[in-house]
């Protein structure tokens, strides 16, 4: 080969290269990123409804590292429209996209696309039933939708009234919010079947079991008419034991590592001991959007959700257990759904 040849050639090659098209715009690789990132929280950003920019904050309380979009990132195609919320079950996660009818699951270590369950309506939340059987609730549908994970097949689903939101498993019972009808559902789960309800106060969304294994259910009220209440229903006998009139909005009804407190969101983060029925306003909102609510496990750090105005970015802020602010991170559009791993 004459060196004249091999100059040519090389500027040949040269040319390929430089002509080769070029992506406009930020791009997500086909592979997962390669670097070891631990993360201990993620935050469910709803996006903008309507343009399927739902995303996953991932958050390392360690490190204090932060990725955005995280999803994204490691699966090269959009979560969807609206991330309802996450549930962390057998290993995998269920991310619950409300807007696009579906529930992305993935690795709980990566966030590598495991499948997805589609064909739902209105999909809200998800919890475990059995080793094979899911439960999801849902805004218009009229039923509560049963999943067989190990043969990836919607079961015939159980007909309730109305809407249906937060649930929980006691024994063979799982317990139902429905914010439209006033009710909290009970359901046997060996026979799918809806055997009894109870009248709560108006738009029960978030219900959780305490150490004393008491039901909290969280009514958020009628829209400006400031009356919400707190309930606490014995499951054993299904009646309700104690009523909180909270004289104002509310929602996020979660609980600490010890399942002692109670903590929700009205006017700013409210904090309650279960065996006292008093609460405390430990965190105001003042000009903030408060918009999702956790308390972490192991340190006891509150972590509220800033959904700011809808539109932008949102913020995830830490305080400590007092109400003192510790950090505050940058997120996706509107964080809401909050869930320790």
């Known amino acids: 080969m004459t060196e004249a040849f091999k100059f040519w050639s090389f500027l040949l090659v040269l040319l390929l290269i430089s002509c080769k098209k070029k992506e406009i715009g930020p791009q997500f690789l086909n592979n997962p990123i390669q670097e070891n990132f631990y993360f201990d929280v993620l935050v469910g950003c709803e996006g903008n409804f309507g343009t399927a920019n739902g995303s996953i904050t991932a958050f390392s309380s360690s490190s204090d590292s932060l990725r955005n979009y995280y999803f994204q990132q490691q699966n090269n195609f959009p979560l969807g429209d609206v991330v309802q919320s996450i549930s962390l079950i057998d290993g995998e996660l269920f991310i619950v996209v409300n807007n696009s009818g579906k529930v992305q699951v993935v690795d709980s270590l990566d966030l590598s696309s495991k499948y997805e369950i589609s064909g739902l309506t209105s999909p809200r939340e998800i919890i475990k039933i059995s080793d094979s059987i899911l439960y999801i609730s849902d805004l218009y549908s009229n039923a509560i939708a049963v999943y067989d994970k190990e043969n990836k097949l919607l079961l015939p689903a159980i007909a309730v009234s109305g809407w249906t939101e937060s649930m929980i498993k006691i024994n063979e019972s799982v317990y139902v919010c429905s914010p ?162």
């Open 180 to 341: 439209s009808q006033n009710l909290v559902y009970k359901i046997n789960s060996n026979s799918h079947q809806l055997v009894d309800s109870i009248s709560v106060g108006p738009y029960p969304y978030d219900l959780v079991l305490d150490k004393n294994n008491m039901i909290w259910v969280l009514c958020s009220g009628e829209y400006n008419m400031n009356n919400g209440t707190l309930e606490k229903i014995n499951p054993s006998s299904f009646n309700k034991e104690t009523v909180v009139d909270l004289n104002a909005s509310a929602s996020n009804l979660c609980l600490d590592g010890a399942a002692a407190n109670i903590y929700w969101i009205s006017n700013g983060v409210n904090k309650m001991n279960v065996d006292q029925s008093v609460s405390n306003l430990i965190i105001p909102s003042n000009s903030s959007l408060f918009y999702g609510l956790g308390v972490h496990p192991v340190t006891n750090d509150i972590y509220v959700a800033d959904a700011i105005d809808y539109v932008q970015s949102g913020k995830l802020m830490i305080y400590s257990n007092d109400g003192s602010i510790i950090k505050t991170k940058t997120t996706g559009i509107n964080p809401q759904a909050i869930l320790f791993k």
